[in-house]
């Protein structure tokens, strides 16, 4: 199985490798937290944070061991992917006695191809559905810590994913210490709670230091609400029977969505009745299965939201095991004409799903993309392609991740020759991007300021009192989002208005494109060759 594992991690970094397309724009928000700390800042005490510690902090290390290349970052991901698939496989083969079975579902997994910054949500939930099997065998003290830290990790990737996994662990906790007795099932529970909480304390109490608890929580919970109206399924999708690729891509998203609700809850039911008629393949199997499927509710209920193609394939690891689970237990049915039964559906269920796999996850086109089903050689020139582009700091390209990164190259290059490592840059707007190809940190330890992104006026003041204390040469403004920032920041923009003056305009295509503010009376070393703008250092 180790052996199968290993191989089925190296397919997937593989695979992600030449399937590489660049980051996309919500990648760079990590990669700019990611960046802030490498110039020696901190989450929640030098810039807000919604809660997401670790995603900047992996990042980070690797920046500040590998550099800024963009293969340092493709190493993360792909790594990352390559372990869940590895976790995946081997939770998998555990529960259906089939390694064939769990390479199978696995390879789906991969298939759907989850965006690039979704990796926690393979990795931690491979890991966690690995980790309830392994602890609910034999539940014991150490197992109940050992979930406990890893309900502590998830959460400080993400906050919810501590609480979905925790859910889980706590479920795998009771139910796995349930055939001891109450006296030991309350004890193991109560070790797994003190141990998240002394997991949790160090963050707890640094929070509180630095801004408060509630005042921490309140403004994320706000953030997070608001990032979610905008993404959830205000209805159940329902099939579309106009035919054409737009409706078979409607069709199998429903297929999907449907079958990753139902798998958890058939789990549960068939765990329930196989412990209650002692045909548990091992002992704690149906602790183990509910645990997982506990945690597979609350996940799917959290992350399946709009539009379905990016967002289920962010739930793709515990419905890789579970559905293993349920193949194997077909195989498992004693009665003749029942096995033959629930094997012909569990073939077609199988078989429907890969086909809905291979339409959301565009499996064909991605084989096209790496060079598979291309002409000869084709996959040895997007190695080289990728090679020489995964090289560089800046993307190439179809690999750009925004219009407004396209339209600010000259302006990369000025920020490179004219202004301080230490400088930093406000942008109005949500662009992360344009901070980690300036190779500039954020000003106001915000690195957007829009509506709904921490625009109370304690917010706002805040971020001007960080912006004083820091060199901030450079504003960039928006004109697309320019009367929402004025009318949700106006503190903000009173200050920007105050203290700049503006330098130049930045065309964008099917935009009202960009403007570019400098700080009033800031003393220039010369004057810059290529733009005739200020240079605050003496430029080379």
Sequence with gaps: MVCTAIGVAVLTAAWRFLTFTGFNNDHYIYLAGAQQIALGEWPIRDFVDPGWPLMYGVSAVARLLFGRELWVELLVVASAFAIGAGFTLTAAAR????????????????????????YPKLLLYAIAGWAFVAATRH???????????????????????GLYIGAGAFVAVVLGAAREGSRVTVRRAAVFAAAVLLFVLPWVIFVQYQVGLIEYLKPALEFSRAEAEGTVLRSLPTL???????????????????????????SLWLALRRARGGREQWAGESAGIAAIAVMTVAMNLGFIRTPLAARLPDAAAPAAILGAWLIGVAFDVRATTMRRAALTVAALMFVLTAKAVSVVGD????????????????????????????RKTM????????????????????????????????????SPDVFVLANRGFAGGQMAYRPAFYAS???????????????????????????????????????VDA????????????????????ERGRAAASRDAATGWPCFTRSS
């Excluded at 539940?139 to 919810?160: E, G, K």
């Excluded at 002409?375 to 090679?387: F, H, N, V």
């Excluded at 407004?404 to 230490?422: K, Q």
């Design 240 to 266: 579309d029977f106009s035919g054409g690729a737009v409706a078979a891509q409607v069709n199998w998203e429903a297929w999907l969505f449907y079958l990753f609700h139902a798998m958890p809850l058939v």
């Design 95 to 118: 529960l259906s006695g089939s390694i064939a079975l769990a390479l199978m579902v696995t390879l789906l997994e991969i298939g759907l191809n989850p965006r690039s910054f979704s």
């Design 457 to 495: 006026e304690k917010d706002q003041r805040k971020a001007i009192a960080r912006m004083q204390s820091q060199s901030v040469p450079l504003v960039i403004v928006s004109l697309e989002e320019e009367a929402g920032f004025r009318g949700a920041l106006p503190l903000v923009a009173a200050y």
């Design 395 to 430: 993307p190439q390209g179809s690999h750009v991740p925004s219009r407004n990164s396209e339209a600010l190259r000259p302006f990369y290059a000025f920020v490179e020759r004219c202004t301080s490592i230490h400088d930093r840059l406000v942008m109005t707007g949500l």
């Design 139 to 161: 539940m014991t003290p150490r197992r109940a810590v050992l979930l406990a830290a890893s309900t502590v990790v998830a959460f400080l990737f993400r906050h919810d994913h």
């Design 363 to 390: 499996v064909s086109g991605e084989l096209n993309r790496a060079g598979v089903l291309n002409r000869a050689g084709a996959m040895s020139e997007r190695i080289d392609d990728l090679s020489r582009r995964l």
């Design 499 to 518: 203290h700049y003056e503006p330098l130049a305009q930045v065309a964008v295509p099917d935009t009202r494109g960009l403007q570019i503010y400098v």
